[in-house]
């Protein structure tokens, strides 16, 4: 039997992409972690970035957004609000886009809610450029969509590793480095070209908290996202979009410190193995198609590149909405703000202003209504999902696809927290115990986008 041809997952369609500096002003409130000694950073580390790629099967329908900001957390309803009024605006339906984070944690605030703090004053300005910079991005990525091809590969690479760690000490999870459990290490990625070949834009999906800067780190910065951004955009002359997968227990072996230059190397490995990747692939729009034997001493297997014959088109979408309970011992808000009122302590302060960011995010009522947008663009999956969520997601939606790829985005279009599996609850993993959600939630969600990704398939 003859071998089929062999050619990259893909969708034929017409694709734009754009890309905007969105560095936050020095001196903007960008206290990320309860130890941290200061509330505004003291200078830049690396830019921040803005990054629209825009899906159509034809340039006469409705378009899809992929959108990713190099910033941290959904603090409120407000900046998710007035983020999604821009992208509409610019001529994307609601329902057909979602907002993602790269989850640096040494970013910029940029909810009004915490506009009281220091250098809070800069928040709602900020907010607002960002909104225009998104307007911009989006007008321009349709304004020069052309037709091309999505091409897709994955690889591995090993910076992320398992970061829920037993306590020798303490019956609890602590929060870093655990050499004894395996981690998904999956690096998904996407190349989008025109039809001369030429790429337009390039797509990364990996799963791994930037938290190599900690509270020591006085400088403003993508963390290691920004070195990795610099090596892709370098190396493909085009913008790199970043998705954060599914990594509510993933993180580099080596963080928590000051020196930005660990997160510049980390950056780099995940950069060039992304790199690797995308010379790896095949030419674009092209297959390697069995043309026979030639016989040189040893008998050769010949394989001829070539225009490929059939490249996937068409769109299927799903907005899929999931109700899901609160924990019944989550504090009320007017508890959370007594509570803050008398609070003396700048950690203790910090861990109870989170508290009361989240329940006034999920309300107080029993339960939450979350929105999952599943997208498939000829052999291609995207699956949004909002809040922190620990790996075996991805690994069951990429289990459930098959040979289609899977492509995974977290905290996207908002976030209440974290979404664990039931075990850590058990264990006192750090997730567990500061997730609004009910024991069970996490798997309910994982049975639930399986079913409806069977939908697409």
């Known amino acids: 039997m003859t071998p089929p041809p062999f050619h990259h997952p893909a969708f034929q369609g017409v694709f734009g992409a754009a890309s905007r500096d969105i560095t936050p002003p020095v001196g903007i409130h960008s206290r990320n972690w309860g130890a941290a000694a200061h509330d505004t950073a003291e200078g830049i580390h690396r830019p921040f970035g803005l990054k629209v790629l825009t899906v159509q099967e034809e340039r006469d329908q409705s378009p899809f957004a992929l959108i990713s900001f190099d910033l941290g957390w959904w603090r409120s309803k407000i900046e998710l609000a007035a983020l999604s009024e821009a992208v509409v605006a610019a001529g994307v339906p609601a329902g057909h886009f979602f907002l993602s984070l790269t989850h640096t944690h040494s970013g910029p605030i940029f909810s009004p809610v915490l506009s009281e703090k220091p250098g809070g004053d800069l928040i709602a300005p900020y907010l607002k450029f960002l909104c225009s910079r998104l307007r911009e991005s989006v007008e321009e990525a349709l304004r020069n969509a052309q037709a091309g091809i999505w091409e897709t590969t994955s690889g591995r690479c090993g910076i992320a590793s398992n970061r829920d760690l037993p306590d020798p000490h303490a019956d609890r999870l602590l929060v870093g480095w655990n050499p ?155 508890e959370l703000r007594s509570t803050l009122a008398s609070c003396q302590d700048r950690v203790e302060r910090e861990r109870i202003q989170r508290s009361l960011n989240k329940r006034e995010l999920v309300g107080d009522g029993q339960s939450v209504t979350q929105t999952h947008h599943l997208w498939r663009f000829g052999d291609l999956l995207i699956v949004s999902v909002p809040d922190e969520v620990y790996s075996e997601l991805q690994l069951a939606l990429r289990r459930e696809a098959g040979a289609l790829p899977v492509f995974v985005a977290t905290l996207a279009s908002g976030s209440n927290g974290y979404l664990t599996p039931s075990q850590t609850f058990a264990a006192g993993g750090y997730a567990a115990v500061i997730s609004p959600y009910a024991v069970g939630c996490f798997e309910q969600t994982v049975s639930f986008l399986q079913a409806e990704l069977k939908k697409l398939l």
């Open 180 to 334: 004894e459990q395996e981690a998904d290490d999956t690096l998904l990625v996407g190349r989008i070209s025109d039809l001369s070949g030429k790429c337009l834009a390039t797509v990364v999906n990996y799963a791994c908290h930037p938290t190599i800067l900690d509270g020591k780190n006085r400088l403003l910065s993508p963390d290691f996202l920004g070195a990795m951004n610099e090596v892709v955009e370098r190396e493909m002359q085009a913008p790199c979009l970043f998705l954060q997968g599914a990594s509510g227990e993933l993180a580099p072996r080596e963080q928590y410190v000051g020196d930005p230059a660990v997160a510049d190397r980390t950056g780099r490995a995940l950069g060039h193995t992304a790199v690797g990747l995308f010379y790896g692939m095949l030419h674009p729009g092209q297959e390697l198609v069995y043309s026979g034997a030639v016989e040189s001493g040893a008998p050769l297997a010949m394989w001829t590149s070539q225009p490929r014959r059939h490249a996937s088109t068409g769109i299927k979408a799903i907005e899929a909405r999931l109700e899901l309970a609160l924990r019944a011992d989550l504090p009320r808000a007017d």
